[in-house]
Nanobody
Framework: QVQVVESGGGLVQPGGSLRLSCVAS????????MGWYRQTPGKQRELVAT???????NYADSVKGRFTISRDNAKNTVYLHMVSLKPEDTAVYYC??????????????WGQGTQVTVSS
């Protein structure tokens, strides 16, 4: 079992910043990629940013230049630093972690999500 827990969401004014954190724990042997996705009511979950074990990053066009993803492998943690936030960034943000468990099975785990609201 691999657990994923996000934190750091909240209410922020337009133009403000937030940092989300996500920690993976449990029977982890290795982590391949870590990523952030977001979802608003009535819409499909969309990719925000991902980072591989080799620290190669990928961003949605809508967040390039404003969001930065990073990871701390020693802590099994991924961060999403968001600046210049816009009302359209309002969503539930989900963390995804995939890799290999102790014992060899691969996993692909999601957190419960953290709400980010950008509003004046």
């Amino acid at each position: 079992q691999v657990q994923v827990v996000e934190s750091g969401g909240g209410l922020v004014q337009p133009g403000g910043s937030l940092r989300l954190s996500c920690v993976a724990s449990g029977s982890i042997f290795s982590i391949y990629a870590m990523g952030w996705y977001r979802q608003t009511p009535g819409k499909q979950r969309e990719l925000v940013a991902t980072i591989t074990s080799g620290t190669r990053t990928n961003y949605a066009d809508s967040v390039k230049g404003r969001f930065t993803i990073s990871r701390d492998n020693a802590k099994n943690t991924v961060y999403l630093h968001m600046v210049s936030l816009k009302p359209e960034d309002t969503a539930v943000y989900y963390c995804n972690v995939n890799g290999r468990r102790l014992g060899g099975m691969e996993y692909d785990s999601w957190g419960q999500g953290t709400q980010v609201t950008v509003s004046s």
